[in-house]
């Protein structure tokens, strides 16, 4: 990767470098997907490591690949590989492309590199430097204007995740100074410490992974980057942070303790809610899909503090059913969303326009394309028989074991988050029904969707690919799951077909305390056989006349394609029960009078609420505080020679204490 990301630099002196900085890229991280996928798929569970004589003198540099990551590992390099060969044919539509280039494989490796860490030096080395390449790749885009201060709020969130993951790991570490990950495992975790470390980490990886209130980067960053470049930083590089988040709380810490995922689960429940409500807002189709994931990754939290309440109260068989929904979907998330940000960048490409209400019709001027974004929108809708159905499914039966638990507050915790799970599913069912229907539906709504045209095989095969394993995995899940199941023996210590969790390759069946069976296969078959059956008989009773009628135009007859329902047309009612209050969102009509000839205008304004309960407030205090210590510099040698002294002592009496 390091040869490929000098071949970048080399792009004025080597004739078609992006050629060759995608292409090898696909080859080295499709080797390396179809390498772990052998692993995976031979079952595989031994633990390989090894220490390189780089890094701190003491310690040297220690990698590690074990079950938990070898399935990141996976989802990292097969959407690299498709990312690639998106990237192949999508930099030759880029104005720029020689600013991707030479970073593209770095952030790549970084990611790698983060999966296979063994000690927090490493960790944290490649976690800096996936966050300082990822923020290149914003900047990329630089010219655009949203672009500058998306890379200062992403510049900003990532330095303090890093600052809440290095002092996780000095609180795992403790005094004996062992940070490898192995001498954490060693050491025994009093309960402060241990509840101190899941905090940070859950702040330090959960502002990676876009859990509200910290999400507030994520919709600015992924939309600014190119598209396969935001297929990545949403699809896999969220999933990164999930990696250290499961490797912290069910690896390193010990054993949990169940308010520990209570937390989690909550803070899950309400990100999937808040992300699919302002998703169904946006009018950008990138921060759309941006607002999709803060909710996809809300459902994966949902599933792992399940799994930490579970394995906290001894019951490892459901701890199982939780931690194989949130690998599930951090597997599907990787699939489906790169579908999508694919298929933005292609209508990107082919209209030159990425809002809603300037689309439209695409169906007819780029049918493989919205065949692909169809299976795409109904797999992260979670409509079956498709792979996002299987892990919500799982999801729900963890949520209804959650009255075997003996905390009261538990049982009606998860009844709350059960709740909130079901109208997170439903509201992203309405949200990419939105979607899709005013974007490939309907007729033109600019000269740029009027003059698309498909893009070229390259860019659908990168498409088309995730696509067909969108319903691979949907129509026969126990084969990953199989996969999956050494990772539950590793961090919840019992795996789910341990527990009777299936019927052989056709039939999920979990064991009897787990609730309904359900087949994939089955599914597919049934739904084929009555598409089938449904086509048969209107062919053979319905008339065969052709009839030619007016376009419903939902009463106007105005035949312009500016009647037809727009975007925020369509969103208008989820926004007004869900968005006023919580979004602060504020609808401005201005009808001129009668006679009048200016233009009717209508304005629609919404805020996150995050920025003014949580970052507003701590810009302020940080601002009151700068100014205060600003007087600093201008003090006297001998002031500056006085606080160094009480300095020293002051960190002699913390040495002295800690003893």
Known sequence: MLLLAFAGMARQWLPRAHEVVHGGMAIVCGGAALAVLVRLAMGETGIDTLALPVGLPWLHANLRLDALSAVFLLAVN????????????????????????????????????????????????????????????????????????????????????????????????????????????????????????????LLGAGSKAGLVPLHVW????????????????????????????????????????????SILAVIGAVTAVVGVLYALMQDDVKKLLAYSTVENIGVIAIGLGLALVFKASGVPALAALGMTAAMLHVLNHSLFKSILFFTSGAILTATGERK???????????????????????????????????????????????PLLEQWELKIGFAVIGALLALSAALAAACFVRFYGIVFLGRPRSPGAEKAREVDPVMLTAIGVPAFLCIVVGVLPTLVIQMIEPVNRLVVGEGLLDAGGHGGWVWLAPASAFGNSYSGLMMFLTIMILTILAVFMIHRYASNRVRRSIAWGCGFTDPAPLGQYSADSFSQPLRRV??????????????????????????????????????????????????????????????????????????????????
């Not at 190119?226 to 490797?247: C, E, F």
């Not at 695409?362 to 979670?382: D, E, N, R, V, Y």
């Open 578 to 659: 869900f968005a006023g209050h919580l979004f602060r969102t504020r609808e401005r009509v201005d009808m001129p009078a009668p006679g009048e000839t200016r233009p009717a205008r209508f304005t629609l304004e919404s805020r996150d609420p995050a920025w003014d309960w949580l970052f507003t407030p701590i810009t302020r205090v940080v601002g009151w505080i700068s100014e205060r210590v600003d007087a600093l510099q201008f003090l006297t040698i001998r002031s500056y020679l006085s606080l160094m002294f009480f300095a020293l002592v002051a960190l002699l009496v913390m040495v002295a204490v800690s003893q």
């Open 78 to 201: 097969l959407a690299a590989c498709l990312a690639a060969v998106f990237g192949w044919s999508y930099a030759r539509h880029d104005d720029e492309p020689g600013r991707v280039l030479p970073v593209f494989p770095l952030f790549i490796a970084a990611m790698n590199l983060v999966l296979v860490a063994d000690d927090a030096f490493v960790f944290l080395a490649a976690w800096e430097f996936m966050s300082l390449t990822s923020w290149l790749l914003v900047l990329s885009t630089h010219r655009e204007d949203e672009t500058p201060r998306a890379a200062h709020v992403y510049f900003v969130m990532a330095s303090f995740g890093t600052a809440c993951l290095l002092l996780c790991f000095g609180m795992l570490a403790g005094t004996t100074g062992d940070y490898s990950f192995a001498g954490i495992r060693a050491q025994p975790q009093d309960v402060v410490s241990a509840s101190i470390a899941a905090l940070l980490v």
């Open 356 to 402: 809603l209400d300037r689309l439209g019709g695409l169906i007819h001027k780029m049918p493989k394309t919205a065949l692909f974004c169809l299976i795409g929108s109904a797999a992260i809708s979670a409509l079956p028989p498709l792979n996002g159905f299987v892990a919500e499914w799982m999801l729900f039966q963890a949520v209804l074991n959650g």
């Open 218 to 261: 994520l919709p600015l960053a992924h939309p600014a980057a190119p598209s396969h470049v935001s297929a990545l930083m949403s699809g896999v590089m969220t999933k990164v942070a999930i990696y250290g988040l499961i490797r912290v709380l069910f690896d390193l810490v010990g054993q949990p303790l169940w308010w520990w995922g």
